[in-house]
């Protein structure tokens, strides 16, 4: 058990504790999933380049040397030995990363009620908080500056993920199709006689057949995604491996054919003739050299849907050599053939005319996978994002009961499709696609390498010269490749910066709003004094039932029920304050997920229930967390008297609980199927014995449509002379209320924007209100049926 009380070993890390058989199949899994990408970058790698670019057939060799360096520096040492070792409880990218930081430097912006933040963090004390109080620590944790600075980077390479994830399915399935029209061309050339219409039908075709083939592809590609993971990888495994075959193997062919002085090109000698001759040309020539990297970013994004030992495994020993066999041959082929038309497209490398369509239909299949890594990280960092309200509220499918890591985005997808669809109709060119992949490859990159920086400083604990180094090392190579991107800035990674700032607002207005609104309802809550002193005074009535009232604050009654109580003076006889309090890691424990305490005196029966939850918990969206909360609520009655770790708190004494507890000495679950078109109201709890209540519970598995389902009542325990009187007291009134109905109470927000407000806050605002209509309603989120669901409105001026 860590920091927050969550537990070290999440429900997917079964297969995490690996024999060599559970290795072997997540490694044959993750050949489908994360290196698609990579080996099919020599599709597109040397077609990026410009022939006429190419001076020298002496700059194939050396651009090699940069081929082979890079793979081995970025992929094989930063990625494979370190930055995996770097993961959060398995799970990877900028934001587990940024989950370390906040963990061991409070560094973190996610909204917090500083009155409840002891209560919340209880159990948070991290040996290295103790013992490294060193000064790059206590200069992040003083300057704010450098908390939005990390939360910015955080945000960056999560933009650039999902700028890739948009990038590499368009320009992968059309470098693949433009083969095909290649492919296409010649074989009508030997049924056509006239030479002039042979060139007019070759271009046609190298035209206007690679567009449509490959929309129809990436449409094809989209829909699949809803098999999930699993599935994805078994099937798209085989067609990654007999691709690698098949391109190593002509590879090595091409080498001891066409040039085998291709091979001392490993020299980095090579790379030094390059640069001392280097002039914005060869600059340029290097921004399509980074695209054969691409996809190094989802060996640590794409972490939680495997494990570090299946991932490195197959890099290894299967992906490095393979590729770099690959990539020399290819070389060797240039060289030899330079002056040769096409010479720079992979197909043309392959010496059987007859194999080429064979590749032209392969290409097709790995292309479609080499999307994949990218997509399936993706929906990973959206999820983590939504989880750390940092994007809108969308509906996420785990396609996996053993591994929680494994999602799948429907709406998220969908815009994935349109934009990648909208680009490869927009631009229709490989080259101008490359750079703007590459340039999010590199910002990727380059974002990974600063927060591992901090993460070897502050998690690690090692000296600051090591930190340093890494940042140094890694971040020159990596800045390296930024400036030759950007040097392309006006011949296509100008698109990157479309895709940048749509999901950069998107994530900031979101932020921003989450933000503001809670900063409101922290300012406008009202103390519990004002309840338990308000209701006896003017009359308040107390209804049958339980009421649980959702709300973002910790502490306090929120604005939008005491407005509801003002107005309407009822409410119910058991009240119960549901908040969810994010925590900046992957999972929390079962037994250690919810906060119970009571408000006010016992006889009011008012409880608190602060959920808490990692970015990779699916806690919302269970269908049974009504009856864990009650359950909760009734293990926290029998225990409140005796629990010597009981929390102070400024309402009082807070216990952490989870779970249904069939053997535990409080209430019993049991379950009930009933028909969801029957029952009629039914007012009274002694009625509600023999009847089912009207107010259907949060446990429906469809709420809004009729048909069976399957719901929990509770029961007391045989009588024990340890339980006392007014604790079995208490517990059948929960009982009894909970027979005569559920509702729930939820604030509608409406942010207004305060006079004189700057155009910015407005924008942010406005967009904010936008994807809060259009999101996912929070009722649908939360399982909550209709008929049971009150929201109380409140104008918030921000």
Same mark, same amino acid.
């Given at each position: 058990?860590?920091?927050?009380?969550v537990?070290?070993?999440p429900?997917?890390y079964e297969?995490?504790?690996?024999?060599?058989?559970h290795t072997?199949?997540?490694?044959?899994?993750?050949l489908? /999933?994360?290196y698609?990408? +990579?080996?099919?970058?020599?599709?597109?790698v040397?077609?990026?380049?410009?022939?006429?670019d190419?001076?020298?057939p002496?700059?194939?060799?050396?651009?090699?040397?940069?081929?082979?360096?890079?793979?081995?520096?970025?992929?094989?040492?930063?990625y494979?030995f370190?930055?995996?070792?770097?993961?959060?409880?398995?799970?990877?990218?900028?934001?587990?990363?940024y989950?370390?930081l906040?963990?061991?430097?409070?560094?973190?912006?996610?909204p917090?009620d500083?009155?409840?933040?002891?209560?919340?963090h209880?159990?948070e004390?991290?040996?290295?908080?103790?013992?490294?109080?060193s000064?790059?620590r206590r200069?992040?944790e #003083?300057?704010?500056?450098?908390?939005?600075l990390?939360?910015f +980077?955080?945000?960056f390479g999560?933009?650039m993920?999902?700028?890739?994830?948009?990038?590499?399915?368009?320009?992968s399935v059309l470098?693949?199709?433009?083969?095909?029209?290649?492919?296409?061309?010649k074989i009508?050339?030997?049924?056509?006689?006239?030479?002039?219409?042979k060139?007019?039908?070759? #271009?046609t075709?190298?035209?206007?057949?690679?567009t449509?083939a490959?929309?129809?592809?990436?449409?094809?590609?989209?829909?699949?995604?809803?098999h999930?993971?699993?599935?994805i990888?078994?099937?798209?495994?085989?067609?990654v491996?007999?691709?690698?075959?098949?391109?190593?193997?002509?590879?090595?062919?091409?080498?001891?054919? %066409?040039?085998?002085?291709?091979l001392?090109a490993?020299?980095?000698?090579?790379?030094?003739?390059f640069?001392?001759?280097?002039?914005?040309?060869?600059?340029?020539?290097?921004?399509?050299i980074?695209?054969?990297i691409?996809?190094t970013?989802?060996?640590?994004?794409d972490?939680?849907h495997?494990?570090k030992?299946?991932?490195?495994?197959?890099?290894i020993?299967?992906?490095?050599?393979?590729?770099?066999?690959?990539?020399?041959?290819?070389?060797?082929?240039?060289?030899?053939?330079?002056r040769?038309?096409?010479?720079?497209?992979?197909s043309?490398?392959?010496? &059987?005319?007859?194999?080429q369509?064979?590749?032209?239909?392969?290409?097709?299949?790995?292309?479609?996978?080499g999307?994949?890594a990218?997509?399936?990280?993706?929906f990973s960092?959206?999820?983590?994002?939504?989880?750390?309200n940092?994007?809108?509220?969308?509906?996420?499918?785990?396609?996996?009961?053993?591994?929680?890591?494994?999602?799948?985005?429907p709406?998220? &997808?969908?815009?994935f499709?349109?934009?990648? +669809?909208?680009?490869?109709?927009?631009?229709?060119?490989?080259?101008?696609?490359?750079?703007?992949?590459?340039?999010?490859?590199?910002?990727a990159?380059?974002?990974?390498?600063?927060?591992?920086?901090?993460?070897?400083a502050? %998690?690690?604990?090692?000296?600051?010269?090591?930190?340093?180094?890494?940042?140094l090392f890694?971040?020159?190579?990596e800045?390296?490749y930024?400036?030759t991107s950007?040097v392309n800035?006006l011949h296509?990674?100008w698109?990157?910066?479309?895709l940048l700032?749509?999901?950069?607002?998107?994530?900031?207005a979101?932020?921003y709003?989450?933000?503001?609104?809670?900063?409101?309802?922290?300012?406008n809550?009202v103390?519990?004094?004002?309840?338990?002193?308000?209701?006896?005074?003017l009359?308040?009535?107390?209804?049958?039932?339980?009421?649980f009232?959702y709300?973002?604050?910790?502490?306090?009654?929120?604005?939008f029920f005491?407005?509801?109580?003002?107005n309407?003076?009822?409410?119910?006889?058991?009240?119960?304050?549901v908040?969810?309090?994010s925590?900046?890691?992957?999972? /929390?424990?079962? &037994?250690?997920?919810y906060?119970?305490?009571?408000?006010?005196p016992?006889? %009011?029966?008012?409880?608190?229930?602060?959920?808490?939850?990692?970015?990779?918990?699916?806690v919302?969206d269970?269908?049974d967390?009504?009856d864990?909360?009650?359950?909760?609520?009734?293990?926290?009655?029998?225990?409140?008297?005796?629990d010597?770790?009981?929390?102070s708190?400024?309402e009082?004494?807070m216990?952490?609980?989870?779970?249904?507890?069939?053997?535990?000495?409080a209430?019993?679950?049991v379950?009930?199927?009933?028909?969801?078109?029957s029952?009629?109201?039914?007012s009274?709890?002694?009625?509600s014995?023999k009847?089912?209540?009207? /107010?259907?519970?949060?446990s429906?598995e469809?709420?809004?449509t009729?048909?069976?389902?399957?719901r /929990?009542?509770?029961m007391?325990?045989?009588k024990s002379?340890?339980?006392?009187?007014s604790?079995?007291?208490?517990?059948?009134?929960?009982?009894?209320?909970r027979?005569?109905g559920?509702? %729930?109470?939820l604030?509608?927000?409406?942010?207004?924007?305060?006079?004189?407000s700057n155009?910015?806050k407005?924008?942010?605002?406005?967009?904010?209100?936008?994807?809060?209509?259009n999101g996912?309603?929070p009722p649908?989120?939360? &399982?909550?049926?209709n008929a049971?669901?009150?929201?109380?409105?409140?104008?918030?001026?921000?």
């Amino acid at each position: 058990m860590d920091a927050l009380g969550v537990s070290s070993l999440p429900i997917s890390y079964e297969f995490r504790k690996e024999t060599w058989k559970h290795t072997l199949i997540l490694s044959f899994q993750s050949l489908g /999933v994360i290196y698609g990408r +990579l080996s099919t970058a020599p599709l597109y790698v040397m077609e990026s380049i410009r022939p006429g670019d190419i001076r020298s057939p002496d700059e194939i060799h050396e651009l090699f040397s940069f081929v082979f360096w890079t793979l081995t520096i970025i992929p094989l040492v930063k990625y494979s030995f370190i930055v995996l070792r770097a993961d959060d409880d398995g799970e990877g990218g900028p934001f587990a990363l940024y989950s370390l930081l906040c963990r061991h430097a409070s560094v973190g912006l996610i909204p917090c009620d500083k009155s409840s933040d002891k209560i919340l963090h209880h159990e948070e004390h991290s040996p290295s908080k103790k013992t490294l109080e060193s000064k790059a620590r206590r200069t992040l944790e #003083k300057h704010k500056s450098c908390h939005y600075l990390l939360f910015f +980077l955080a945000l960056f390479g999560a933009c650039m993920i999902l700028s890739d994830a948009v990038l590499t399915p368009a320009i992968s399935v059309l470098s693949a199709t433009s083969g095909l029209g290649r492919s296409l061309a010649k074989i009508s050339a030997k049924f056509i006689t006239s030479d002039h219409a042979k060139v007019h039908v070759a #271009k046609t075709l190298k035209k206007y057949v690679p567009t449509p083939a490959a929309c129809a592809i990436l449409v094809c590609l989209f829909t699949f995604q809803h098999h999930g993971t699993k599935r994805i990888g078994i099937v798209l495994a085989p067609i990654v491996i007999t691709w690698l075959f098949f391109i190593g193997g002509f590879g090595l062919y091409n080498i001891f054919h %066409y040039d085998m002085h291709i091979l001392n090109a490993i020299s980095p000698v090579y790379m030094l003739k390059f640069i001392k001759k280097i002039s914005l040309r060869h600059w340029k020539l290097l921004s399509s050299i980074i695209l054969c990297i691409a996809g190094t970013e989802s060996m640590f994004a794409d972490l939680g849907h495997f494990s570090k030992k299946s991932i490195k495994i197959t890099f290894i020993c299967f992906i490095y050599p393979i590729l770099l066999v690959t990539y020399a041959g290819q070389a060797a082929f240039i060289f030899n053939n330079f002056r040769v038309e096409d010479a720079f497209h992979l197909s043309e490398s392959i010496p &059987n005319k007859s194999l080429q369509h064979i590749f032209a239909v392969l290409s097709l299949f790995a292309s479609a996978v080499g999307s994949q890594a990218t997509i399936t990280a993706g929906f990973s960092i959206i999820n983590q994002c939504q989880a750390l309200n940092c994007f809108p509220r969308v509906k996420i499918v785990h396609t996996s009961e053993q591994i929680l890591g494994q999602v799948y985005v429907p709406d998220v &997808n969908w815009l994935f499709m349109i934009l990648s +669809l909208a680009f490869t109709i927009g631009l229709q060119d490989v080259s101008q696609l490359g750079k703007a992949t590459a340039l999010a490859v590199t910002c990727a990159m380059l974002v990974t390498t600063c927060l591992m920086s901090l993460v070897i400083a502050l %998690y690690w604990e090692r000296s600051l010269f090591a930190s340093i180094s890494f940042l140094l090392f890694f971040g020159s190579i990596e800045a390296m490749y930024l400036t030759t991107s950007l040097v392309n800035f006006l011949h296509g990674a100008w698109c990157l910066i479309i895709l940048l700032l749509l999901f950069m607002m998107i994530m900031a207005a979101w932020h921003y709003g989450t933000l503001k609104k809670y900063q409101f309802d922290i300012e406008n809550k009202v103390s519990i004094d004002w309840l338990t002193d308000y209701s006896p005074g003017l009359g308040v009535a107390r209804v049958p039932g339980i009421g649980f009232i959702y709300s973002d604050i910790e502490m306090g009654i929120p604005a939008f029920f005491s407005h509801f109580i003002t107005n309407l003076p009822a409410f119910h006889q058991v009240l119960i304050f549901v908040s969810f309090k994010s925590s900046p890691v992957p999972y /929390v424990a079962d &037994n250690r997920r919810y906060l119970i305490g009571r408000v006010g005196p016992r006889e %009011y029966k008012i409880y608190r229930c602060i959920v808490r939850y990692g970015y990779r918990d699916s806690v919302r969206d269970t269908d049974d967390f009504e009856d864990q909360i009650i359950s909760s609520i009734g293990e926290y009655i029998t225990r409140e008297e005796y629990d010597c770790e009981a929390l102070s708190s400024p309402e009082g004494k807070m216990i952490v609980l989870g779970g249904l507890r069939e053997d535990g000495n409080a209430l019993i679950p049991v379950d009930d199927t009933i028909s969801t078109t029957s029952y009629s109201p039914k007012s009274g709890a002694s009625e509600s014995k023999k009847h089912l209540p009207d /107010v259907p519970s949060g446990s429906l598995e469809n709420p809004n449509t009729g048909g069976s389902r399957k719901r /929990v009542r509770f029961m007391l325990p045989a009588k024990s002379p340890r339980m006392l009187a007014s604790v079995r007291q208490e517990l059948q009134e929960m009982i009894d209320a909970r027979e005569s109905g559920t509702a %729930y109470f939820l604030g509608q927000s409406h942010l207004l924007a305060r006079k004189g407000s700057n155009f910015f806050k407005k924008l942010l605002i406005m967009m904010y209100v936008f994807l809060d209509k259009n999101g996912r309603e929070p009722p649908v989120a939360l &399982n909550i049926p209709n008929a049971a669901l009150l929201e109380v409105g409140t104008v918030y001026t921000i």
